[in-house]
């Protein structure tokens, strides 16, 4: 077993160790608040140990030189957030825990693919436009599985499927084959060089329309549904994949700019927008209507204290719709500041680690798709952070592996199986 | 290309710092402030499972106990009648009444130093149970008023029963009340009814004095040797012109030309108009100042007082209480009592003992008012006035609405205890009944220490 491989049976093996404490405290807890025993959390936990050892075990044969970091962080991340959401409500922990045993077998799937990935880069097209085509069903056949809000969800019979999370992870394999094939063309036009020495201020143009369409007709669809946060997130993911193609910081204020008026229009326009941002800016004209959840949010922040109320012992459901978006209330008020730090950090090591993949990965391909795959995980992440401690507007996004939420869940671990693959690549022959 | 991905490392860095700063920021800074937060339930949703402390009657009957199964307390009155007293401490619905004005006690973290409730209620999330309060309230007499109300069909006044020797209140009545067991089911009823039922009145409703006011205005004036009980003055049932409305005496006495006395007998309003004139607006705010109506009393229950201190009205519209001084039947029942004893105003006295951290009982020590605010002369010149009970109208701030108000006290020779009643839409003859049948169990028990210094065998 070489150094790296090492490192990662010590880092799951504390993973490990935390679920076990972990649950345990909750039990104990539960215990004496409630004098009962919860056998759900030791099924729980039996099975993400069973998932992420196994997930690992293939990952080693399959993948010999993948980076060591991402798989325990990630599985650390989605047993935390399976504790939370079981703290919860049972029912909940228990589709969550069926969705982790789903997504690692789509894990393993993942990483038995053939090695270089050039049949997503081939067929950008046909990819995309099954995302579009799955997305756009839910304008005529969407469901919300709770029954009400934003029908954004395909499926029946208790499985349910977000096509727009799908359609962003296809999306971001869109922009990377795509960037990468039409890089030159895109960006000569305004590089100086000897051929050019008067450098164009926009990339040219003819190149740029195919993907703008494609991004367009995603944003369409997206705003027709009314789904913000995935629109901003599409945005974000565009701009980002931009700068990492061109490394112009032009392309960043751009499109900062852009979107800036979007959301001036579309708080201009829209009356949900508008309530959003009004319930951001000021919560506490109507701290018992509009702004409930996140003025419940703020206390629970405040009730956490340094390290917590404990596991089980805090009061997070006071908070509506606790274990999907605001899982990280959850965590503050029992884990504490210390809890918080964790988290982000936890979450921060994935970023790093994702964009050093993107770093050594051979070819602009590889190197694209590894930083939008990691934006994926990253933009999420901040954008609902954001919202849940008051810093921008609420967005209707989840926490990537900690959330309640199965297509959220299985795309966050097709991503992180497409990224070991790409840590392992250079050491393929593409 | 290995920039864009070092410059994308580190703005990501960033903005994960941030959000580690801003919930920093909700956790320390603005901690404290969104923890008292009144849709903050947790303070009270964990008296679920740690008991609150009890509230006990002065013979230890209890009036709010924490009952129910582990984990699932409930906070229960078997007195209903007392709500508005002794108010609610619910995750829903807030805190109020004496449940507010005690609640360190009653949660069990008064006393505590700091640190000690860090360790046991935040790290080791074991907060000890709440500690127990008694109340000076005697649930004999609080029967006895709660009856008469009930059977002169009183629908909103208030009743005051205080010692006047100690200021200890007795019995404190307030109508419409309300039932704070079943405030699940009647919170938005409650909370919309005109004729507020949440409302303790007699500590919390400022009412327009009138006609109660006189005897303090000509208690004053003799003190400064103004009045005389036997001049007669020739106009007095002329009516005092109120923004326009006449008020005129009363009851119809016999001739025009009335003496002090027989003025506060018949409410003719006029003497005291004229007293006002001489003593002016600086002795009489000295005195309201010395008679405490100026501000809220210093008891553990919500009180209020009068908003307005500055008196920019006529010195008339003063003095007969028609002004803006506005006062509660507590604020009424310690003048009362000044009048009553000698012209010394005891403190008002409502907590009797308070259980300490080492589960030992103490009885809180007041400071007590020993300034003369009358010369004993003055006091057995106005207090035969009032002995059989002081009957006065007082104008209400709305259109044609009088409330009555009842003063008295009983023994006449050695008083025990200072009646004070306010019925709101003033009926005479049932606040005269009321008050005399109030007076005379106050002759009859023994109990209570006399304020001119014999008698009493109670605590």
């Known amino acids: 077993m070489n150094l790296a491989s090492r490192h990662e049976v010590t880092l799951l093996g504390l993973a490990s160790a935390f679920m076990v404490l972990a649950a345990a405290t909750l039990g104990v807890s539960n215990y004496f608040r409630f004098e009962t025993y919860d056998w759900e959390i030791a099924l729980g936990v039996g099975v993400w140990a069973v998932c992420a050892w196994v997930a690992f075990f293939f990952a080693r044969r399959a993948l010999p030189r993948h980076d060591p970091y991402l798989l325990p962080v ?224 703020l206390i629970a922040l405040a009730a956490g204290g340094l390290f917590g109320r404990g596991f089980g012992l805090g009061f997070p459901g006071l908070i509506p719709v606790a274990h999907s978006d605001f899982i990280f209330a959850v965590v503050v008020e029992e884990w504490g500041l210390a809890g918080a730090i964790a988290v982000v950090g936890l979450l921060a090591a994935l970023i790093v680690r994702g964009l050093r993949v993107g770093l050594i990965a051979p070819g602009i391909f590889n190197q694209l798709l590894a930083g939008g795959l990691t934006a994926l995980l990253g933009l999420p992440a901040l954008l609902i952070l954001g919202g849940v401690i008051k810093l921008i507007p609420l967005t209707g996004l989840t926490l990537p592996f900690m959330s309640y939420g199965g297509s959220s869940l299985l795309v966050n671990f097709v991503i992180l199986g497409l990224l070991l693959h790409l840590s392992n690549a250079e050491y393929q022959k593409v | 290309m290995s920039h864009q991905f070092h410059r994308l490392s580190l703005a990501f860095s960033l903005m994960f710092a941030l959000v580690a700063l801003t919930v920093g920021y909700w956790n320390f800074v603005e901690g404290p402030s969104l923890l008292a937060r009144a849709d903050n339930p947790r303070r009270y949703l964990v008296e679920r499972r740690v008991p609150r402390g009890s509230i006990y009657a002065q013979d230890g009957t209890p009036l709010a106990i924490a009952t129910g199964p ?31 004005a005690a609640d360190g006690v009653l949660h069990g973290d008064a006393g505590r130093s700091l640190l000690e409730v860090y360790w046991t209620d935040d790290v080791l999330n074991a907060p000890p149970p709440g500690r127990a309060v008694t109340v000076t309230l005697d649930l004999a007499w609080q029967n006895i008023v709660e009856t008469g109300l009930d059977e002169a069909q009183v629908e909103a006044g208030a009743v005051v029963v205080m010692e006047a020797a100690t200021g200890k209140l007795r019995a404190l009545a307030s109508r419409p009340t309300y039932d704070a067991n079943l405030l699940a089911d009647q919170w938005e009823t409650l909370t919309t009814d005109p004729r507020a039922p949440l409302l303790n009145r007699p500590t919390m409703a400022l009412y327009q004095p009138g006609g109660a006011l006189w005897p303090f205005i000509l208690a004053e004036a003799l003190q400064h040797n103004y009045g005389d009980l036997d001049a007669t003055f020739p106009f007095a049932t002329d009516p005092i012109i109120i923004s326009g409305q006449p008020l005129p005496c009363h009851t119809v006495p016999p001739e025009t030309a009335l003496t002090l006395g027989e003025a506060l007998q018949y409410g003719c309003a006029q003497p005291f108009t004229i007293l006002g004139k001489r003593l002016g607006t600086s002795v009489l705010v000295r005195n309201f100042t010395a008679l405490g109506f100026l501000e809220a009393p210093a008891i553990t229950l919500p009180t209020v007082a009068t908003p307005n201190t500055t008196f920019t009205e006529s010195v008339a519209l003063m003095a007969i209480g028609q002004g803006q001084l506005t006062l509660t039947p507590l ?82 020779a050695n008083p025990r205890y200072v009646i004070v009643i306010l019925l709101e839409g003033g009926d005479a003859a049932k606040i005269e009944a009321l008050g005399q049948m109030l007076l005379a169990q106050a002759e009859a028990n023994v109990s209570a220490p006399g304020c001119r210094g014999e008698g009493g065998s109670g605590n």
């Open chain 2, 331 to 412: 604020h009424l029942a310690q003048a009362t009592a000044a009048l009553a004893c000698g012209g010394v105003r005891p403190t008002p006295q409502f907590i009797a003992a308070v259980e300490a951290p080492d589960r030992q009982h103490i009885i809180p020590t007041l400071p007590t008012t020993t300034t003369q605010i009358y010369s004993s002369e003055v006091v057995s010149a106005v207090a035969p006035l009032l002995a059989q009970g002081y009957t006065a109208n007082a104008l209400a701030g709305k259109a044609g609405q009088t409330n009555t108000w009842f003063m008295g006290f009983a023994p006449a």
């Open chain 1, 74 to 297: 990630a599985y650390l991340l989605s047993g935390w957030g399976l504790l939370l959401i079981g703290r919860l409500s049972t029912g909940f922990g228990l589709r969550q825990m069926l969705w982790l045993m789903v997504a690692t077998v789509v894990l393993v799937g993942v990483m038995h693919l053939p090695g270089n990935l050039r049949w997503l880069r081939r067929f950008r097209y046909t990819w995309l436009l099954l995302g579009l085509g799955l997305t756009a069903l839910t304008l005529f056949f969407g469901v919300n599985p709770s029954g009400m809000g934003q029908e954004l969800w395909l499926g029946g019979f208790g499985i349910y499927l977000q096509p727009a999370e799908v359609l962003k992870l296809l999306l971001v394999a869109f922009l990377a084959s795509y960037l990468a094939d039409r890089r030159e063309q895109l960006f000569e036009a305004h590089t100086r060089s000897a051929q050019n020495p008067k450098p164009a201020v926009f990339p040219t143009f003819s190149y740029l329309v195919p993907m703008l369409l494609m991004w367009g007709f995603s944003m369409l669809i997206l705003l027709i549904q009314r789904d913000l946060g995935m629109s901003t997130l599409f945005f974000s993911l565009f701009i980002v994949m931009l700068y990492l193609a061109s490394g112009r910081l032009r392309y960043v204020v751009m499109g900062l700019c852009l979107l800036f008026i979007a959301a001036l229009s579309a708080y201009l326009l829209f009356d949900v927008v508008r309530l959003r941002v009004e319930a951001w800016w000021n919560p506490w004209l109507d701290p018992a209507g509009r702004s409930y959840q996140i003025v419940q949010s």
């Open chain 2, 70 to 100: 582990a984990g699932q307390l409930v906070r229960e009155y078997p007195y209903p009648t007392l709500s508005p007293l002794i108010g609610y401490a619910s995750p829903l619905f807030g805190i109020a009444g004496l449940e507010a």
